[in-house]
């Protein structure tokens, strides 16, 4: 118990910084590191681009499927016990590729023990942060999705180092060992909701105090699967989900070799993600705040947008700056995206059912992610260049910001 006069400390900060060193590790390197392992790797087993992309867009696929599982299963057993007993699969999986000597074992362990690994850090991290906070989820999804751009800092350039230093065989086995202490240690401490403690969302000490707009005492009214399922809203944002897998897996995957198609050079390609990823901190952290204050759907239609032009760069872009430019943009809006998409569904569904919700939402993301990196491939195989991906992307990001406009948070439960 507190002494008079003092402030309880709040469990959340606690989950939110759990959260925050389990995206750094296991997003910060599982998606951006992809792309500076694949020039290496094609060059050893003289694979094609689409053929070894497959595995990352397979990666996605499983995403998909698991995600429901892990949604279902966060709602029942809590996220503490699916982190770490089922994130051990992403060191894993890293371990194992280490050890591969043919395509099918590489597809096959990114997809289905990889796929398996990330489905544990996404879906039962953002619902367990939106179940402790309420007056300021978006920023403090921010605050844990900062950790992803921190990691994507860190471990291109970590990746570039050891495989240039070591081979790729030994930095596998480097981010196996990190991410199999680093994400079972985080979930640990991870917990369901603020009553398993005694404690209520945002740290308010008085249990009367209510969100602005809310009745004291009142829960955000929340829908069934169901009924989310048969609500407009629901497809909308959907869509909303697809565009932003489409693009983040896209393009992630793919610039750091075009950037040395460009005639640069892998630390080139590595350096030009972590622009990616770094910028994406401030997208996730301070446009979160700024979706506090101005609503989800104004701050949607802005980030896709920002996708668009960034795009229309890369596409015509052959200098260094102009690319670091569209690294810088587009990593903002797709930080700012990752957070929104969270928060929007909290705000349209409530939190009752939000893991399964969320889940499935998720594989509309996690399928236009698995036919992004793969078309995306599939085209410069044939065409030798990413021109006509990099249009795919201008224009469904604009239509994807048509598509924000439509938004009406709150809808779905007012009706």
Same mark, same amino acid.
């Given at each position: 118990m507190a002494?008079?006069?003092?402030?309880? %400390?709040?469990?959340?900060?606690?989950? +939110?910084?759990? /959260?925050?060193?389990?995206?750094?590790?296991?997003w910060g390197s599982f998606t951006p590191s992809f792309s500076v392992f694949l020039k290496p790797l094609i060059a050893e087993f003289g694979w094609s681009r689409a053929d070894a992309s497959l #595995?990352?867009?397979?990666? &996605?696929?499983?995403?998909?499927?698991?995600?429901?599982?892990?949604?279902?299963? +966060?709602?029942?057993?809590?996220?503490?016990?699916?982190? =770490?007993?089922?994130?051990? $699969?992403? /060191?894993?999986? *890293?371990?194992?590729?280490?050890?591969? +000597?043919?395509?099918?074992? %590489?597809?096959?362990? @990114?997809a289905l023990l990889g796929g398996l690994g990330m489905? =544990?850090?996404?879906?039962?991290?953002?619902?367990?942060?939106s179940r402790w906070f309420v007056k300021k989820r978006a920023f403090t999804i921010g605050i844990v999705q900062a950790g992803m751009g921190i990691g994507g800092l860190i471990f291109p350039p970590l990746a570039g180092y050891l495989?240039?230093?070591? /081979?790729?065989?030994?930095? @596998?086995?480097? @981010?196996?060992?990190?991410?199999?202490?680093?994400? %079972?240690?985080?979930?640990c401490a991870l917990r369901r909701d603020p009553s398993v403690m005694g404690e209520v969302p945002d740290g308010r000490e008085n249990l009367g105090e209510a969100p602005h707009g809310q009745a004291a005492g009142a829960r955000p009214?929340?829908?069934?699967?169901?009924?989310?399922? $048969? #609500?407009?809203? %629901? !497809?909308?944002?959907? /869509?909303?989900?697809?565009?932003?897998?489409? $693009?983040?897996? +896209? *393009?992630?995957?793919?610039?750091?070799?075009?950037v040395q198609d460009l005639g640069f050079s892998l630390v080139d390609g590595a350096n030009v993600l972590a622009v990616v990823w770094g910028a994406s901190m401030f997208g996730r952290v301070g446009m979160g705040r700024i979706a506090d204050r101005l609503g989800n759907r104004q701050t949607f239609i802005v980030s896709f947008l920002m996708t668009t032009a960034s795009?229309?760069?890369?596409?015509?872009?052959?200098?260094? !700056?102009?690319? *670091?430019?569209? #690294?810088?943009?587009?990593?903002?809006?797709?930080?700012?995206? #990752?957070?929104?998409? &969270?928060?929007?569904?909290?705000?349209v569904f409530g939190v009752a059912s939000l893991g399964l919700i969320v889940g499935i939402l998720g594989v509309a993301e996690s399928c236009a992610a698995t036919v992004g990196s793969y078309i995306a491939g599939y085209i410069f195989d044939i065409t030798g260049t990413y021109a006509s991906a990099f249009?795919?992307?201008i224009v469904l990001s604009a239509g994807a910001a048509v598509l924000a406009g439509l938004l009406k948070p709150g809808a779905a439960k007012a009706g």
């Open positions: 002494a008079p006069g003092q402030s309880r %400390f709040f469990y959340g900060h606690v989950i +939110t910084a759990a /959260g925050f060193f389990i995206w750094l590790i296991g #595995a990352y867009s397979l990666s &996605f696929l499983s995403q998909a499927g698991f995600a429901v599982i892990m949604g279902w299963l +966060t709602d029942r057993l809590g996220p503490r016990l699916v982190i =770490t007993l089922l994130g051990s $699969c992403l /060191g894993l999986c *890293y371990l194992l590729l280490s050890q591969v +000597t043919a395509l099918w074992q %590489f597809q096959a362990i @990114y489905s =544990t850090l996404s879906v039962p991290v953002m619902v367990t942060v495989i240039l230093a070591y /081979g790729w065989r030994d930095a @596998y086995i480097v @981010y196996g060992l990190i991410n199999l202490v680093g994400i %079972f240690v985080a979930g009214a929340s829908l069934s699967l169901r009924k989310a399922f $048969c #609500a407009s809203q %629901f !497809w909308i944002i959907a /869509g909303l989900y697809a565009v932003f897998g489409f $693009c983040r897996s +896209t *393009y992630v995957s793919h610039v750091p070799a075009h795009l229309f760069l890369v596409l015509v872009g052959k200098e260094l !700056w102009i690319i *670091y430019l569209f #690294a810088l943009i587009f990593g903002v809006a797709w930080g700012n995206q #990752a957070v929104l998409r &969270f928060s929007v569904a909290s705000e249009w795919m992307g």
